[in-house]
């Protein structure tokens, strides 16, 4: 137990961002790995670890589906607000010359 423990402590500071920007009150926002790799202490009558892992696996891979689907967003965005400044440009450039 004590080798599992100190395995998978030093995997989370091998893991650890050194992000320092982030939302207000201090803290980044969550990611994936965050999640999968999040330790609870284990008490004697307390929750089953191994249902604790496979909800924090859930969680964590739906949040990769909701973070992917972000950036496709934002990219599309980029792209409609290009498109609409060209198109901007080109019916003020026709209202000058008539």
Same mark, same amino acid.
């Given at each position: 137990?004590?080798?599992?423990?100190?395995?998978?402590? *030093?995997?989370?500071?091998?893991?650890?961002?050194?992000?320092?920007? #982030?939302?207000?009150? #201090?803290? *980044?926002?969550?990611?994936?790995?965050q999640?999968?790799?999040?330790?609870?202490?284990?008490?004697?009558? #307390? !929750?089953?670890?191994?249902?604790?892992?496979?909800? !924090?696996?859930?969680?964590?891979?739906?949040?990769?589906?909701?973070?992917t689907? !972000?950036?496709?967003?934002?990219?599309?965005?980029?792209?409609?607000?290009?498109? !609409?400044?060209?198109?901007? *440009?080109?019916? *003020?450039?026709?209202?000058?010359?008539?």
């Amino acid at each position: 137990m004590r080798n599992l423990v100190r395995r998978l402590a *030093s995997r989370r500071e091998e893991r650890r961002p050194t992000e320092n920007a #982030g939302p207000p009150q #201090g803290r *980044s926002p969550l990611r994936p790995w965050q999640i999968r790799d999040r330790c609870f202490n284990v008490r004697r009558r #307390g !929750l089953d670890p191994v249902e604790i892992r496979a909800f !924090l696996h859930r969680v964590a891979d739906e949040l990769a589906v909701a973070q992917t689907a !972000l950036v496709a967003v934002q990219e599309e965005n980029v792209r409609v607000k290009n498109a !609409l400044r060209a198109w901007q *440009s080109a019916q *003020s450039a026709n209202h000058h010359y008539r």
